[in-house]
């Protein structure tokens, strides 16, 4: 995967966080890319949370899930055009939100 997405020329990166009927909460992270005018999507990996969800927290699950997946987090943050999450402050907020830690 990691020599596709240095192939393409942008990615986006899902993340959402979830929380289950046993009142377990996860982070599902996927990742599509545009190759040829069609988009490939792959599933980086379901984490689960064992901490509260913080935007910290969040943020080493998903450094945690590109290494497994021996992806770059540079490459990420230079080929990124989009992130998609559902708006919570963890993920988008301003200043320190899961966004804005991912660009640096």
């Given at each position: 995967m990691?020599?596709?997405?240095?192939?393409?020329?942008?990615l986006a990166?899902?993340?959402d966080?979830v929380?289950?009927?046993?009142?377990?909460?996860?982070?599902?992270?996927?990742?599509?890319?545009v190759?040829?005018?069609?988009?490939?999507?792959y599933?980086?990996?379901?984490?689960?949370?064992?901490?509260?969800?913080?935007?910290?927290?969040?943020y080493?699950?998903?450094?945690?899930?590109?290494?497994?997946s021996?992806?770059?987090?540079?490459?990420?943050?230079?080929?990124?055009?989009?992130?998609?999450?559902?708006?919570?402050?963890?993920?988008?907020?301003?200043?320190?939100?899961?966004?804005?830690?991912?660009q640096?």
């Amino acid at each position: 995967m990691k020599e596709k997405i240095a192939n393409d020329r942008f990615l986006a990166l899902s993340l959402d966080e979830v929380t289950a009927i046993d009142n377990t909460s996860w982070i599902c992270m996927s990742i599509y890319m545009v190759n040829e005018h069609i988009r490939h999507s792959y599933l980086l990996g379901i984490k689960e949370m064992r901490e509260n969800s913080t935007t910290e927290n969040v943020y080493e699950l998903v450094l945690n899930g590109l290494k497994e997946s021996r992806i770059d987090q540079l490459m990420i943050a230079k080929k990124s055009v989009c992130v998609g999450t559902d708006g919570a402050m963890i993920m988008q907020g301003q200043r320190n939100g899961l966004c804005v830690r991912l660009q640096l």
